[in-house]
Every structure is written in C-alpha cells, then in structure tokens.
C-alpha cells in the first residue's frame, strides 16, 4: 500500500511540494532551489527548534539539500512515536 501524500502547489515558487506521512517517519521534499549544507544548523531558530522538538520525542532530524536541487528534510522515530 502506498504512502500516504499531502501535495501543495500554492507556494510563490510555483514548484509542487509534497509531504509524506509513513508512521515512523516523516519526510518533508521540495524542488526548489536547495542550499549549501555543511550539516551544520544555520543561525535562525527554526532549524534548532525543529531539532530540539525531534530529539525530545525520542527521533533523529536530516537534513538533505543540493544547490539548485531542492530539500529533503526528514524526522525519524527510530523506536516509534511516543
């Protein structure tokens, strides 16, 4: 059975963006333009807070992103959703 998929298209870029929900994990995807990462979180609150949230709950944050590639942000539970 597929995943279930959440898709959006109203964003300013035009691009589709698509949201998976897969029970242990959470995989957020974009096409736009990426960004260089260094696997470090960049100074602004939304990537520590998004990490200090997953790290509470027991999950692990990844962050994947390409210059003029996109985003592929995932929150995993390894041991369930608490």
Not at 39 to 59: C, F, H, Q, S, V
């Amino acid at each position: 059975m597929p995943s279930p998929k959440l898709s959006t298209s109203g964003l300013p870029t035009g691009r589709e963006n698509i949201i998976v929900v897969d029970g242990l994990c959470l995989t957020i995807r974009d096409q736009g333009k990426g960004f260089s990462w260094d696997g470090k979180a960049p100074a602004g609150m939304g990537w520590r807070i998004m990490g200090y949230r997953t790290d509470n709950l027991g999950g692990v944050l990844s962050v994947q992103s390409e210059l003029n590639a996109g985003t592929e942000i995932k929150c995993i539970f390894p041991n369930g959703f608490p």
